[in-house]
């Protein structure tokens, strides 16, 4: 304890240990649901760390990119594909994760006060990983990466005045090419991470200010979770962490050994070819859901795309379009019939996003688009009733 | 004096804010260019093509700035059109889906385009006729040279389908 002295003195490491640890309390009453932004965490370090094996073979360079990937590291490099394996499932987990962790919040009204802060960074969060996602799904260079960034940065060819101009800036070619794959190879391995670690710093001290919240939504002292109704986050809370993570890190290796594929779209072992398009084109599943708001609009393309930008950003506003005075979906009857359609349209969402959009399987991505925006905007209408309610009860 | 002191610290803070404005500002504008595209890219000079080589029926493809230009020659069973049309037989279009930007392909027997990506399709003026996309294909800047064909250069036909809006 000597050097523990030594350091304290210095560092106070005792005080923050304190503050941040064993004498920060987490409410009893919170659920196994509560245990996913350790897990986001945990997968964002085994995506760290496969990431930089894949990279020290990795070759940024449009001739040399896809062999690098599917010869080097797949076949050359001694468990080369274990590490690939791993983040590719990774970067799919990843979203798994994140998708419960936001359910989650949403659920039990985490993102209202005083957790806006909290809900804000997690949201920026959630859209620095989805640039994360798409710059790294370029790097392999094969037809499906190719084309995923040609689409999508053709997307901003339709902002008014600037948008031509803007794309070939994006791409620093008429098309995606070698300076596309360059750029946007700093971004996944150097940029875009660096901005998680920051983001998730700020995320983690906001949640800390507060609190957690817990499945009744009712706050709770630190005096009240200290004694009884809370437990500290160190030791009590982790160790149960640890069990939920190694439980969950058996399902995450089993993905990686035995069911990889799910995550390595066939498509993307054949390399990019600039003038032919594969005849069936789709997002990596966790962008589906609002790949078909985009095409669901399928008579106007405009509308579309308003209504695609709209669907990736509007949950950022839930803290200002949910002002209810109850918290937790658990006392508030309606809007959990609301969550669970929400949640059935984003499955409904994510399943069409994968067929081909004609016929009846346009209209119903037409109709699951408007019910996808209807459970944001019948928010302010049930807050409205349920701020009477809460006021007349009393 | 007390006073000064506060005025004179603020007039510093102030100038000391634009300097760094100006820095911040230099930096932002150099970042900004490195993404512009390369001189070589930017150079990509015009590409010449010899049309007279397209069979009746048959559909070529030139490759200009790295983009499919379709050169068709159409047979009389295919949709006709005058405007959008070069020496009354050929559809010069780009290959560029005017909806996302996938890579049509040419359905022989249905004698249209049809995008893989959200199931666009163009008749063989290159006319939007069913799907997402907003508008025909594009016409690339194109000179006619007698038998060929210059890509990338404005030659008075081009101006001219220019003038009445058929190339965007
Ligand atoms: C890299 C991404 C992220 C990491 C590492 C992360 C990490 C964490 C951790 C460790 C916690 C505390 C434990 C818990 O309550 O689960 C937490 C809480 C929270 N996070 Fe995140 N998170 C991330 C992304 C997000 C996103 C995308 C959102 C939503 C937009 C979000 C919203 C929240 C909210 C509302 C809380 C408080 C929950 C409560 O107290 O009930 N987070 N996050
Ligand atoms: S890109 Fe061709 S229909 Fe969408």
Same mark, same amino acid.
């Given at each position: 304890?000597?050097?523990?002295?030594?350091?304290?003195?210095?560092?106070?490491?005792?005080?923050?240990?304190?503050?941040?640890?064993?004498?920060?309390?987490?409410?009893?009453?919170?659920?196994?649901?509560?245990?996913?932004?350790?897990?986001?965490?945990?997968?964002?370090?085994?995506?760290?760390?496969?990431?930089?094996?894949?990279?020290?073979?990795?070759?940024?360079?449009?001739?040399?990119?896809?062999?690098?990937?599917?010869?080097?590291?797949?076949?050359?490099?001694?468990?080369?594909?274990?590490?690939?394996?791993?983040?590719?499932?990774?970067?799919?987990?990843?979203?798994?994760?994140?998708?419960?962790?936001?359910?989650?919040?949403?659920?039990?009204?985490?993102?209202?006060?005083?957790?806006?802060?909290?809900?804000?960074?997690?949201?920026?969060?959630?859209?620095?990983?989805?640039?994360?996602?798409?710059?790294?799904?370029?790097?392999?260079?094969?037809?499906?990466?190719?084309?995923?960034?040609?689409?999508?940065?053709?997307?901003?060819?339709?902002?008014?005045?600037?948008?031509?101009?803007?794309?070939?800036?994006?791409?620093?070619?008429?098309?995606?090419?070698?300076?596309?794959?360059?750029?946007?190879?700093?971004?996944?391995?150097?940029?875009?991470?660096?901005?998680?670690?920051?983001?998730?710093?700020?995320?983690?001290?906001?949640?800390?200010?507060?609190?957690?919240?817990?499945?009744?939504?009712?706050?709770?002292?630190?005096?009240?979770?200290?004694?009884?109704?809370?437990?500290?986050?160190?030791?009590?809370?982790?160790?149960?962490?640890?069990?939920?993570?190694?439980?969950?890190?058996?399902?995450?290796?089993?993905?990686?050994?035995?069911?990889?594929?799910?995550?390595?779209?066939?498509?993307?072992?054949?390399?990019?070819?600039?003038?032919?398009?594969?005849?069936?084109?789709?997002?990596?599943?966790?962008?589906?859901?609002?790949?078909?708001?985009?095409?669901?609009?399928?008579?106007?393309?405009?509308?579309?795309?308003?209504?695609?930008?709209?669907?990736?950003?509007?949950?950022?506003?839930?803290?200002?379009?949910?002002?209810?005075?109850?918290?937790? !979906?658990? +006392?508030?009857?309606?809007?959990?019939?609301?969550?669970?359609? *929400?949640? &059935?349209? #984003?499955?409904? /969402?994510? %399943? =069409?996003?994968?067929?081909?959009?004609? !016929?009846? +399987?346009?209209?119903?991505?037409?109709?699951?688009?408007?019910? *996808?925006? &209807?459970? #944001?905007?019948? /928010?302010? %209408? =049930?807050?409205?009733?349920?701020?009477?309610?809460?006021?007349?009860?009393? | 004096?007390?006073?000064?002191?506060?005025?004179?610290?603020?007039?510093?803070?102030?100038?000391?804010?634009?300097?760094?404005?100006?820095?911040?500002?230099?930096?932002?504008?150099?970042?900004?260019?490195?993404?512009?595209?390369?001189?070589?890219?930017?150079?990509?000079?015009?590409?010449?093509?010899?049309?007279?080589?397209?069979?009746?029926?048959?559909?070529?493809?030139?490759?200009?700035?790295?983009?499919?230009?379709?050169?068709?020659?159409?047979?009389?069973?295919?949709?006709?059109?005058?405007?959008?049309?070069?020496?009354?037989?050929?559809?010069?279009?780009?290959?560029?889906?005017?909806?996302?930007?996938?890579?049509?392909?040419?359905?022989?027997?249905?004698?249209?385009?049809?995008?893989?990506?959200?199931?666009?399709?163009?008749?063989?003026?290159?006319?939007?006729?069913?799907?997402?996309?907003?508008?025909?294909?594009?016409?690339?800047?194109?000179?006619?040279?007698?038998?060929?064909?210059?890509?990338?250069?404005?030659?008075?036909?081009?101006?001219?389908?220019?003038?009445?809006?058929?190339?965007?």
């Amino acid at each position: 304890m000597k050097f523990m002295d030594w350091l304290d003195e210095r560092l106070a490491v005792r005080q923050l240990i304190k503050v941040m640890l064993t004498e920060y309390y987490v409410p009893k009453n919170i659920n196994f649901l509560w245990s996913f932004g350790v897990l986001v965490m945990l997968v964002f370090a085994i995506l760290v760390v496969s990431g930089i094996f894949v990279l020290m073979y990795y070759k940024p360079d449009a001739n040399l990119a896809f062999d690098s990937v599917n010869k080097t590291i797949m076949m050359d490099v001694e468990y080369g594909w274990l590490f690939r394996h791993t983040h590719a499932v990774g970067a799919s987990i990843m979203f798994l994760v994140l998708f419960v962790h936001m359910a989650r919040g949403i659920y039990y009204g985490s993102f209202k006060a005083p957790r806006e802060i909290v809900w804000i960074t997690g949201y920026i969060l959630f859209v620095l990983m989805s640039a994360t996602a798409f710059t790294g799904y370029l790097l392999p260079w094969g037809q499906m990466s190719y084309w995923a960034a040609q689409t999508i940065t053709t997307l901003f060819e339709k902002i008014p005045f600037i948008g031509p101009d803007l794309v070939i800036w994006i791409r620093g070619n008429y098309i995606v090419e070698d300076a596309t794959l360059t750029r946007f190879f700093a971004l996944h391995v150097v940029f875009l991470p660096l901005l998680l670690i920051v983001f998730t710093a700020i995320h983690l001290y906001a949640v800390r200010i507060p609190g957690s919240n817990n499945e009744d939504g009712i706050e709770l002292t630190k005096e009240e979770k200290k004694h009884g109704k809370g437990i500290p986050f160190w030791p009590v809370f982790m160790a149960k962490e640890f069990f939920v993570m190694s439980v969950f890190l058996i399902f995450f290796f089993y993905l990686v050994f035995y069911q990889y594929k799910f995550a390595m779209d066939p498509i993307n072992f054949t390399p990019a070819n600039y003038l032919q398009t594969p005849t069936h084109i789709y997002p990596e599943w966790y962008f589906l859901a609002f790949y078909e708001v985009l095409r669901g609009f399928f008579f106007s393309q405009n509308l579309g795309l308003i209504a695609f930008v709209l669907s990736m950003f509007i949950a950022a506003f839930l803290p200002w379009l949910d002002t209810s005075p109850i918290k937790s !979906g658990k +006392y508030r009857p309606i809007y959990k019939i609301l969550f669970w359609i *929400f949640i &059935a349209d #984003f499955v409904f /969402l994510t %399943i =069409l996003g994968k067929l081909p959009p004609t !016929g009846l +399987y346009a209209w119903l991505g037409f109709a699951g688009s408007l019910v *996808f925006f &209807a459970f #944001f905007l019948a /928010l302010p %209408i =049930l807050s409205k009733i349920e701020k009477k309610k809460v006021a007349g009860g009393r | 004096m007390a006073e000064e002191k506060v005025s004179r610290r603020d007039f510093l803070l102030y100038a000391m804010g634009a300097w760094a404005a100006v820095g911040v500002g230099g930096v932002l504008y150099g970042m900004y260019k490195t993404w512009e595209p390369l001189p070589e890219v930017k150079a990509q000079a015009t590409v010449t093509f010899d049309i007279s080589t397209v069979q009746p029926g048959e559909i070529k493809v030139a490759n200009w700035r790295g983009k499919p230009v379709f050169i068709l020659r159409r047979t009389p069973d295919m949709t006709q059109c005058k405007d959008r049309s070069i020496k009354d037989e050929y559809t010069v279009v780009l290959g560029i889906c005017t909806h996302l930007g996938c890579i049509p392909n040419w359905e022989a027997d249905k004698k249209i385009w049809h995008c893989p990506c959200h199931g666009g399709e163009y008749d063989a003026c290159g006319k939007n006729i069913f799907g997402p996309p907003p508008r025909p294909l594009d016409v690339p800047p194109f000179k006619i040279e007698g038998n060929n064909i210059v890509l990338g250069e404005e030659g008075p036909e081009y101006k001219q389908m220019k003038e009445k809006g058929l190339t965007a």
